[in-house]
């Protein structure tokens, strides 16, 4: 069972560039969302999705695009990456429905953006 | 608004030393509680969760953690601490609206003694 499945593990950018984080469950969970995590701020949500057409935005959306066509994927976009950007990002995903649900995590994806 | 508060950035304890990390939640309700671990390089592994019921509930790893309503306080406890427990943990609340957002804290890095 692959469960959250993020590409890539390890990505540096140029300041302007753009790029797609992937994210991909196969828990057929409803609920999907984006978090970044910098020391000693713990994890800030992004960008959150209720479900396939839906998505809103979390504390910190500034800079990133999300769109969720499917149950199963929610990529996160940078459309000109920052140095501000520069994190570990994590996606993951929970069962609706559920209010103690909990929240299982992908593996992150490690950004530097130069 | 909700926020989640974990007091101590850094905690040194020796092996076989019990060990409480402190959480403290600010909600207008009864959250649902949880707490994750997250050891270098990996995602975030889910500990224990509460809802309502017993106040104290068990976890993986032989950890436990206590909800006190009267202090708005989930902390997370364990008995003998091992060396592979070093890591980072995180307290998070789950809100209890359509959102299905988890708040979580700075979280606690966690050193383990010899």
């Known amino acids: 069972n692959a469960g959250v499945t993020q590409t890539p593990k390890f990505q540096v950018l140029k300041t302007g560039q753009s790029m797609t984080l992937q994210c991909a469950q196969d828990?057929?969970?409803?609920?999907m969302s984006w978090y970044r995590q910098d020391p000693g701020m713990g994890l800030r949500l992004i960008h959150y999705s209720v479900g396939a057409g839906i998505t809103d935005q979390g504390e910190v959306p500034n800079g990133y695009n999300v769109s969720r066509s499917t149950t199963e994927d929610f990529p996160l976009r940078l459309l000109s990456a920052a140095p501000s950007q520069t994190s570990v990002y994590f996606c993951?995903?929970?069962?609706?429905?559920?209010?103690?649900?909990?929240?299982?995590f992908g593996n992150g994806t490690r950004l530097t953006v130069t | 608004a909700q926020s989640v508060t974990q007091p101590d950035i850094h905690i040194t304890v020796s092996e076989g030393a019990s060990l409480e990390l402190r959480c403290n939640y600010s909600?207008?309700?009864?959250?649902?509680l949880f707490w994750y671990v997250q050891s270098p390089g990996q995602g975030l592994q889910l500990l224990l969760k509460y809802f309502s019921g017993d106040t104290l509930v068990q976890g993986i790893k032989g950890f436990e953690a206590e909800f006190k309503r009267s202090q708005s306080s989930f902390n997370l406890r364990k008995p003998s601490v091992h060396w592979s427990d070093a890591a980072e943990y995180f307290c998070?609340?789950?809100?209890?609206?359509?959102?299905?957002?988890?708040?979580f804290g700075s979280g606690t890095r966690l050193l383990v003694r010899p």
């Open positions: 828990m057929n969970h409803e609920y």
């Open positions: 909600y207008g309700a009864t959250p649902y």
């Open positions: 993951a995903s929970r069962q609706t429905g559920v209010g103690n649900s909990p929240l299982h």
């Open positions: 998070a609340v789950g809100l209890m609206d359509s959102s299905y957002k988890l708040i």
